[in-house]
């Protein structure tokens, strides 16, 4: 949509700063696509599966939703790095880092359970059990790294830079300060033997790092980038929309 068009229509433009808010917070909400796969997933993750008869279309499902989310990790960095590079480079390299980082743990996640699958459908019989019980630890190890410990990195650097940069309010990298510390605690638990994959402990310490996460996507689709020394004159022009 152009100045003239917006005039017209009465519409105020927005411009790429602002598309970048908008484009991060619907990527970052995205991310919580795969809730039902803590659901779905639970035959699978069963000693028994790969002897047995399905459910296999769950797992599927389970799957295109943890693409999604891969994806929508990757985009929310391509999205903010533009802006939050300003700040800091490096840190901002780093977030992008992590972020990808989780995304090829999730798919390496979803390609250790859809093997099972293949295996049971390949009617492996009781020679997979050891198989299959292999790559249901896969897939848990995986998700404790990818999952877990590398969000808590996502939360320390790029709270980091919105913190400094003051793009959002301080109480949200604040927030995710915190999730990002209890997350870690988490991991490094969960590493130990402490607690399990799928414990209540565990979804509990999650819980602030998915309230900074949904916050700060919330947060940007509704308000957008707060002014800042480092996006001065970035959208300061209206695109086409």
């Known amino acids: 949509m152009t100045n003239t068009d917006s005039a017209a229509t009465g519409r105020v433009p927005m411009d790429s700063l602002r598309k970048t808010a908008l484009a991060a917070g619907v990527l970052y909400l995205l991310s919580f696509v795969s809730i039902p796969t803590l659901f779905l997933y639970h035959a699978v993750r069963g000693t028994n599966y790969i002897v047995g008869h399905g459910p296999d279309t769950r797992v599927f499902i389970g799957a295109v939703l943890e693409m999604i989310v891969a994806l929508a990790c990757t985009g929310t960095a391509v999205a903010l790095y533009p802006v939050v590079k300003r700040q800091n480079e490096g840190v901002a390299l780093g977030f992008v880092g992590t972020r990808t980082l989780e995304a090829a743990t999730i798919v390496a996640g979803v390609v250790s359970l ?128």
């Not at 990818?146 to 709270?159: E, F, I, T, V």
């Not at 949200?172 to 130990?192: C, D, K, Q």
């Not at 819980?207 to 480092?230: C, D, H, N, T």
């Open 114 to 241: 859809l093997s099972i699958v293949a295996l049971r459908r390949a009617g492996v019989g009781s020679s997979g059990l050891v198989t299959g019980r292999a790559l249901v630890n896969l897939h848990d190890w995986t998700f404790t790294l990818g999952q877990s410990l590398m969000p808590a990195m996502n939360g320390l650097l790029l709270g980091y830079l919105l913190y400094k940069s003051r793009l959002v309010p301080r109480v949200l990298p604040l927030l995710g300060f915190v999730g990002a510390l209890l997350l870690i605690v988490s991991t490094v638990t969960m590493v130990f033997g402490v607690h399990h994959y799928g414990s209540a402990a565990s979804g509990l310490l999650a819980i602030p790092i998915a309230l900074w996460e949904f916050s700060l996507g919330v947060y940007l689709i509704v308000k957008g980038f707060k002014p800042s020394p480092i996006t001065a004159g970035m959208g300061a022009s209206s695109t086409r929309w």
